[in-house]
């Protein structure tokens, strides 16, 4: 873990990494050309075979405010996001995949949200504006596209209308609402699971449309074949119905 800041600064971007190695350098150059000075990201790596912690490690070495946290026992998207705000000094948290889907470009539209006054800004796919590189195959290709599509109509019919893209994992949010309502799931449902708290408990919440890009290197992790969809794919039907009959709480 590379240190060397101050305790606290305004934004944290959180890059949760596993095989990454050929697209993590080009993202965190374009992370700090995209955000305000002083920011700091901070990779969180599950100890890529593919060696994807060296290339950051390497670049930390001559880079001020990138750390790297790499995890040698513990996996999985939703431990790591959680590690990484716990370890992350901003006032303000971002995270987003790093396989340079999600555009870098769009975090000072995140940002600007927050500062108009949301607590949760997140990049939306399915807002007018927004849309998908489709591919031929894999987790890019137009079965995984249909399949995203539907999911999201589901969750807005369950969940309630006003929100087009609950499994984005593109967001920009405030350390209150994290400390409010922390993460919590397996995979890609903890983003259902906190988009829908936070708008319960009074935190405003907002959409800003962006084109998702396909994979240009290495592969996929979400939904890359019909075992991958029945073994990760029905918790995001569940959920929702467990949502609308619980209580929704703050964490204190």
């Not at 073994?231 to 959920?239: A, D, Q, T």
Request: aromatic fraction near 10%.
């Amino acid at each position: 873990m590379k240190h060397g800041r101050a305790k606290t600064c305004a934004v944290s971007v959180i890059l949760p990494t596993y095989n990454e190695k050929d697209n993590i350098v080009p993202l965190i150059q374009a992370v700090f050309k995209n955000t305000p000075p002083g920011t700091e990201t901070l990779v969180v790596d599950d100890d890529s075979p593919d060696g994807t912690w060296r290339r950051v490690e390497r670049l930390a070495r001559k880079t001020e405010n990138l750390r790297l946290l790499r995890r040698t026992k513990d996996r999985g998207l939703t431990s790591a996001l959680r590690e990484g705000i716990r370890l992350s000094r901003g006032r303000i948290c971002v995270w987003m995949d790093s396989d340079l889907s999600m555009p870098p470009e769009l975090i000072p539209s995140l940002l600007a949200g927050l500062k108009g006054g949301l607590d949760l800004a997140v990049g939306s796919r399915y807002l007018p504006g927004g849309g998908v590189e489709i591919l031929s195959g894999g987790p890019d290709s137009p079965a995984a596209y249909l399949f995203s599509r539907i999911l999201n109509r589901y969750l807005s019919l369950v969940l309630g209308p006003g929100f087009t893209d609950w499994t984005s994992g593109f967001i920009a949010v405030r350390r209150d609402v994290l400390n409010s309502v922390p993460l919590r799931g397996d995979y890609g449902d903890y983003f259902i699971d906190l988009v829908y708290r936070a708008k319960k408990l009074g935190f405003r919440s907002g959409e800003i449309p962006y084109l998702c890009r396909a994979r240009r290197a290495g592969r996929g992790k979400t939904f890359v074949n019909v075992f991958d969809f029945l073994k990760k794919g029905w918790k995001y039907f569940i959920l929702p119905l467990r949502l609308r009959l619980t209580k929704i709480q703050r964490t204190r």
